[in-house]
């Protein structure tokens, strides 16, 4: 299974929205897509699971969608705190694959 | 609360072998899947490899199948991965993470990782 993730970054002003792309090769449960936030010097932060569940403590602001191939994040209002890299996570057959992420910058 | 401390990374010459641990604690360690994830300065996180709550099943990422090994000790809380053949690609912090299942499905803990660095 290979994810492509679009676009590789995205530059957004603080309260504007943002959503970010995830393509899975082949046709996946959506149980089996997650998304990670990742900040330089901090560990990976569980965003989102089976495409559409916060994890906890994850504001409402952050949304999940799609099925199939297609799997979409998005950001209503972007918070200073919500500027980092979001990696979407497939599982499938015991192996895990990440994709090459998203940049969220501040434009 | 739930704690992941990995230890043994350090600096290592290409094709020689190094051993990582991950010390477990704050949740019952027989109830989860592991994995090793790895993320090299300036890249994107890699799954390297993950194993089932009693170690039936297990799986690799295709860079590193074959050279490096995933086991686990649920007496001693333990996860351990064996890194043989290092190559400078394999230079990167490693993650110890949790999974929220027995057989593997997302990762909602992670330690603080520990260094790798692959170089004569």
């Known amino acids: 299974v290979v994810l492509t993730q679009s676009p590789g970054t995205l530059s957004v002003s603080p309260g504007e929205g943002a959503t970010l792309s995830c393509r899975v090769s082949q046709e996946t449960i959506s149980s089996y897509l997650a998304w990670y936030q990742k900040k330089p010097g901090q560990t990976p932060r569980l965003i989102m699971f089976a495409t559409s569940y916060r994890a906890t403590g994850i504001p409402d602001r952050f949304s999940g969608s799609g099925s199939g191939t297609d799997f979409t994040l998005t950001i209503s209002r972007l918070e200073p705190e919500d500027f980092a890299v979001y990696y979407c996570?497939?599982?499938?057959?015991?192996?895990?694959?990440f994709g090459p992420g998203t940049r969220v910058d501040i434009k | 609360e739930v704690h992941l401390v990995e230890s043994g990374g350090g600096l290592v010459q290409p094709g020689r072998s190094l051993r990582l641990s991950c010390a477990a604690s704050g949740f019952i360690l027989n109830d989860y899947a592991l994995h090793w994830v790895r993320q090299a300065p300036g890249k994107g996180l890699e799954w390297v490899a993950g194993i089932s709550w009693n170690s039936v099943t297990v799986g690799y990422a295709d860079s590193v199948k074959g050279r490096f090994i995933i086991s686990r000790d649920n007496a001693k809380k333990s996860l351990f991965l064996q890194m043989n053949g290092l190559r400078p690609e394999d230079s990167a912090f490693y993650y110890c993470a949790k999974d929220v299942d027995s057989s593997g499905w997302y990762i909602d803990n992670w330690g603080q990782g520990t260094l790798v660095t692959v170089s004569s």
């Open positions: 996570q497939h599982f499938g057959n015991s192996l895990f694959t």
